[in-house]
């Protein structure tokens, strides 16, 4: 697929994406009908769908969820598949997350996407170094990719 990169071609810098789930989750419709009725569910909704884009897209996708008002909560780093899936510890929000992820790797050099709606965050990180992507643009990202899949199959 035209998308796909690798980390293991020669001179391609490693790509990042990293999505703000619940940012993601409110933006688009079916999700956020879906979490007005169980948001578990929605992010279970949610991790499937970007497990199911990573492996088409071949990047490091990393999918970010707000922990932070829970008291206590160190923050937990999980592989979900073929992605990981980051809750943030107690008084960490997900931006703040995004923004500290996305500042390592641009002085690594390498590519990284931030998909979420958020204008602040678009700008902030945009300054970091990493290409934004609206939540409008991932989703159709991830259309076309199921779109091309589906045609590879029949």
Not at 24 to 41: C, K
Not at 137 to 152: K, N, P, Q, S, V
């Amino acid at each position: 697929p035209s998308g796909r990169k690798g980390a293991d071609e020669p001179g391609r810098k490693e790509e990042y994406l990293l999505v703000d789930g619940y940012n993601i989750i409110f933006a688009w419709e079916d999700l956020h009908d879906l979490a007005e009725v169980n948001i578990d569910s929605a992010r279970d909704r949610l991790m499937d769908v970007c497990s199911n884009y990573q492996g088409f897209a071949g990047c490091t996708l990393i999918l970010v969820f707000d922990a932070y008002k829970v008291k206590g909560n160190t923050g937990s780093v999980q592989k979900y598949h073929n992605i990981y899936v980051v809750y943030t510890k107690e008084a960490e929000t997900a931006d703040q997350y995004i923004e500290k992820v996305t500042h390592e790797m641009s002085r690594k050099n390498h590519r990284v996407r931030v998909a979420t709606s958020d204008g602040l965050e678009q700008i902030i990180i945009m300054g970091a170094g990493a290409i934004r992507v609206s939540a409008r643009e991932l989703l159709e990202e991830i259309r076309a990719a199921e779109a091309e899949m589906r045609d590879w199959l029949t």
